[in-house]
């Protein structure tokens, strides 16, 4: 997931306080912008001392140089209008409540903490420049409230939420174009709102129940899809999620509005960028997707940058493509 920031150096700061670690950095003075690349990284994260395109979960901060000390630039978090699009990204951890705990201690705000409503068992954290960062239990909500200890070195970059227009559409896209598998649908029908966790479960058994208090799929940070998967039309791709899992929230008839539309954060008011998956094969990934009709932002052969292209998904969120380079090494970055 990437994000444009103003404040880089106090979410640098904020990121590390959650315990994710500053893996890559991608400078490029010539079109006055920074790259910073971060993911979990202990022994017991997903893909610890892996390069950065191989890795699972990974958050990309964009520091457009000046904007810090530009007191008119304003980032949009995605939740408001104008620019409601993006949602939040969300970390799940060891003991909620000390975590949350730990984090006011050190000042952050929350745009909920987990006494506030009637949702006891999630917080939204906000970074320096106010975008969400839900705050979700690996364990039992019940079982954690006397615990005051917490390790960041199990925490995990769970998910990153986009809201959609047509869920019928996007599900479509995500899982018959990207590879996705649905994990999880959570249907809120008195709120008039549904939820859907896509991935790639691997060899890991997908979810059918959890205890009370805890998210079926907080344990997961965006899991490999097992090699030659079969994504159809003669392509045996090897790819692998380099982010979280991706939630699509879709509110009720929004996709029988022609008019309705959500903001993918590229255009003013801007914030979130886009998110990403990295492949086994970049031409031939690019050239399936090609076949599959997909609408692009940058192809391979656009501009300078001849190892990234961008497609877009039914409500027209980039999504940038890339090599893993833990596969076969094209790039030196």
């Not at 315990?19 to 910073?36: A, E």
């Not at 699009?85 to 003991?95: A, L, P, R």
């Amino acid at each position: 997931m990437s994000t444009d920031t103003s404040k880089y150096k106090l979410n640098l700061k904020f990121y590390e306080y959650l315990g994710l670690r500053q893996i890559n950095q991608l400078d490029h003075p010539d079109s006055n912008f920074s790259l910073y690349f971060l993911a979990y990284d202990s022994s017991s994260s997903a893909s610890p001392g892996a390069h950065w395109t191989d890795r699972q979960g990974v958050i990309e901060l964009t520091h457009n140089y000046g904007s810090e000390h530009d007191s008119n630039f304003k980032i949009t978090n995605g939740n408001f209008e104008p620019g409601k699009g993006f949602g939040h990204i969300c970390v799940s951890v060891d003991n909620i409540q000390a975590a949350c705990q730990r984090l006011e201690d050190a000042g952050y705000k929350f745009q909920k903490k987990l006494t506030d409503g009637r949702m006891k068992t999630i917080a939204f954290a906000l970074d320096p420049d106010g975008y969400w960062v839900e705050i979700i239990g690996q364990n039992p909500a019940e079982k954690t409230e006397d615990v005051k200890e917490t390790d960041t070195g199990v925490y995990r970059m769970n998910h990153t939420m986009i809201r959609v227009k047509d869920h019928t559409a996007s599900l479509q896209f995500y899982q018959e174009v990207t590879g996705m598998t649905l994990m999880r649908t959570s249907e809120n029908a008195s709120a008039s709102f549904n939820l859907y966790f896509l991935g790639y479960p691997g060899e890991k058994p997908l979810p059918e129940s959890s205890p009370k208090g805890t998210n079926p799929v907080a344990d997961r940070e965006g899991d490999r899809a097992p090699h030659s998967k079969s994504l159809g039309n003669g392509f045996e791709e090897e790819l692998t999620l380099s982010i979280g899992l991706l939630e699509l929230t879709w509110n009720y008839g929004t996709e029988k509005d022609p008019a309705f539309k959500y903001h993918d954060g590229n255009s003013e008011p801007q914030g979130f960028g886009h998110t990403a998956i990295s492949v086994d094969n970049l031409d031939a990934a690019c050239k399936r997707f090609d076949e599959k009709g997909v609408n692009w932002k940058k192809r391979l052969t656009d501009g300078r940058m001849k190892n990234v292209a961008f497609m877009l998904d039914p409500d027209g969120y980039w999504i940038e493509i890339i090599q893993n380079e833990g596969i076969k090494r094209s790039s030196n970055w």
